[in-house]
Structure formats: structure tokens, C-alpha cells
């Protein structure tokens, strides 16, 4: 075939290519890299720490639930006589309290997301959804743009029993990172972080109300209930050794 013949062939494909392109855009995917680079694992399983209340850790792994949203870490709601409450925080406690029940947490593949977190779907060890319940109960939202209404049924019935969000006033978790663009990016480290820490290192370093520094091991009373604040000075141990040295003291329960 005739160099020209070829080139002329080529020329007439690319600009075919183009105009579909131009026609389409609005329904095509969005390309993520991450899922033609990464390995693509068939599920991951473990304790899970909890960082939101939409995204766990297992073994170093951050893991965000497929087709749900809730309240980012520093988000504020209304509650139903109309006072600010940290209901992002609410949600991560919630989401810790139901976890804590039932171990270890199983979670299947779905994709990578941009910030290379295994999206997946996830239980606990008796068979519980995981996304479902959040939803049901008030402490996240159905994300229809990637769950396309699977969770609208439960979302439904909490909004109905004022469960959770519902029982005030919120903005959508989508909406709320829209308007906070600055902080939407998700941090390396979270602000503050629930259950076993990262691996090896999860004593807990929690300041008291009168700025005591007092530590938790797993196993003692309070441990469960402690939430690190980083924002406030304090901070995870990687053993008890390093929790007296840098001037902490075991507590008493």
C-alpha cells in the first residue's frame, strides 16, 4: 500500500477518533490510572483500624468502603435543636463500636481509587455489611454516583426513624469537601484515628482535660473509647518504653 494511501487512512481514523471523543466525553468513564499500574487484589481481610467513617486500615492497607459517604473527619452538623455537633466524628465512633463487635473485618476487591485505596465491599465475621449498616443507621449517606441507589432502601428507613445525620441538619459529605477544597485531599496521616493504629504501634497517647499525659494499652477500660487528636498534641506508642520516655503515664484503668 502507497505511503500517502496509508498516512491519508491513518489521518481519516484520528480524526474519527476525535470527533467521538468530542460527542462523548460526558459519558466515558474517567480513566484511573492506579487500576491499569496496580495489581489487583481479590480481597483483603484483618482487624481494621478506623480512620472515617467511610475508611478502615488492614494491614497497612486503607480501604474505603465502595458506594457509601459520610462525614469527613473535620465536618460539623446540626442536630435537631439546631447546635453543631462533630458529626464526623460521630461517624468514625459509630463505625469503631460496630467493627469492635464482630472481628476480623473482610473486605472484596471493587478498584483502586485516585489515592490508591482499595475500594471494596466489606463484612464482619458474621456476615454484616458493613456499608449497609452505616447507611441504615444514620452514619453515612448512599452515593448514588458510584453506588447507583444501592443503598437507597436503608437510607430511606434511617431518614424515616431521624436516625444518625438524619436526625438534624447536614450537608452531603460530596458537598461539604466541595466547599473545604483546601482540606478535601486525603491526608497521609489521619487527624485522628480509631481502633489498633498503625501496625505495631497502637498505644495510645491521649491527653487529659486538665492536659495530663496519660496512655492506654489495649485490653484496659478506656482504650476503646480513646481517640487520638494529633491536632491536639496527642499521639501514637510503638511500646510502653517509648510512652515513658517521651513523659506519658500508663493509666490506671
Same mark, same amino acid.
Given at each position: 500500500?502507497?505511503?500517502?494511501?496509508?498516512?491519508?487512512?491513518?489521518?481519516?481514523?484520528?480524526?474519527?477518533?476525535?470527533?467521538?471523543?468530542?460527542?462523548?466525553? =460526558?459519558?466515558?468513564?474517567?480513566?484511573?490510572?492506579?487500576?491499569?499500574?496496580?495489581?489487583?487484589?481479590?480481597?483483603?481481610?484483618?482487624?481494621?483500624?478506623?480512620?472515617? =467513617?467511610?475508611?478502615?486500615?488492614?494491614?497497612?492497607? +486503607?480501604?474505603?468502603?465502595? =458506594?457509601?459517604?459520610?462525614?469527613?473527619?473535620?465536618?460539623?452538623?446540626?442536630?435537631?435543636?439546631?447546635?453543631?455537633?462533630?458529626?464526623?466524628?460521630?461517624?468514625?465512633?459509630?463505625?469503631?463500636?460496630?467493627?469492635?463487635?464482630?472481628?476480623?473485618?473482610?473486605?472484596?476487591?471493587?478498584? !483502586?481509587?485516585?489515592?490508591?485505596?482499595?475500594?471494596?465491599?466489606?463484612? +464482619?465475621?458474621?456476615?454484616?455489611?458493613?456499608?449497609? !449498616?452505616?447507611?441504615?443507621?444514620? &452514619?453515612?449517606?448512599?452515593?448514588?454516583?458510584?453506588?447507583?441507589?444501592?443503598?437507597?432502601?436503608? &437510607?430511606?428507613?434511617?431518614?424515616?426513624?431521624?436516625?444518625?445525620? !438524619?436526625?438534624?441538619?447536614?450537608?452531603?459529605?460530596?458537598? !461539604?469537601?466541595?466547599?473545604?477544597?483546601?482540606?478535601? &485531599?486525603?491526608? /497521609?496521616?489521619?487527624?485522628?484515628?480509631?481502633?489498633?493504629? %498503625?501496625?505495631?504501634? %497502637?498505644?495510645?497517647?491521649?491527653?487529659?482535660?486538665?492536659?495530663? +499525659?496519660?496512655?492506654?494499652?489495649? =485490653?484496659?477500660?478506656?482504650?476503646?473509647?480513646?481517640?487520638? %487528636?494529633?491536632?491536639?498534641?496527642?499521639?501514637?506508642?510503638?511500646?510502653?518504653?517509648?510512652?515513658?520516655?517521651?513523659?506519658? +503515664?500508663? /493509666?490506671?484503668?
Amino acid at each position: 500500500m502507497p505511503l500517502r494511501l496509508v498516512l491519508v487512512t491513518v489521518a481519516a481514523f484520528s480524526a474519527l477518533v476525535t470527533q467521538f471523543v468530542m460527542h462523548n466525553s =460526558g459519558s466515558l468513564p474517567e480513566v484511573n490510572l492506579q487500576n491499569i499500574i496496580k495489581p489487583r487484589p481479590v480481597s483483603i481481610a484483618g482487624v481494621a483500624s478506623v480512620i472515617d =467513617g467511610d475508611t478502615i486500615e488492614i494491614h497497612g492497607q +486503607r480501604v474505603r468502603f465502595n =458506594g457509601i459517604d459520610a462525614p469527613e473527619s473535620r465536618q460539623y452538623c446540626d442536630d435537631a435543636k439546631g447546635f453543631e455537633y462533630p458529626c464526623g466524628r460521630r461517624s468514625a465512633e459509630a463505625l469503631d463500636k460496630f467493627l469492635a463487635a464482630s472481628k476480623p473485618v473482610q473486605c472484596s476487591f471493587v478498584t !483502586w481509587d485516585r489515592y490508591g485505596r482499595f475500594v471494596g465491599n466489606c463484612a +464482619r465475621a458474621d456476615g454484616a455489611d458493613v456499608a449497609a !449498616w452505616m447507611v441504615e443507621h444514620g &452514619q453515612a449517606l448512599d452515593w448514588p454516583k458510584y453506588s447507583y441507589g444501592a443503598h437507597a432502601a436503608q &437510607q430511606a428507613k434511617a431518614r424515616a426513624a431521624k436516625l444518625g445525620l !438524619w436526625v438534624g441538619n447536614f450537608q452531603a459529605p460530596w458537598d !461539604w469537601r466541595a466547599q473545604h477544597s483546601a482540606d478535601a &485531599q486525603v491526608p /497521609s496521616t489521619p487527624t485522628f484515628a480509631l481502633g489498633g493504629g %498503625n501496625a505495631g504501634c %497502637n498505644i495510645k497517647g491521649n491527653l487529659s482535660a486538665d492536659g495530663e +499525659r496519660i496512655y492506654h494499652v489495649p =485490653g484496659q477500660k478506656y482504650y476503646s473509647v480513646t481517640i487520638i %487528636n494529633r491536632a491536639k498534641g496527642e499521639r501514637w506508642f510503638c511500646s510502653e518504653a517509648d510512652a515513658l520516655a517521651a513523659g506519658w +503515664r500508663r /493509666s490506671r484503668k
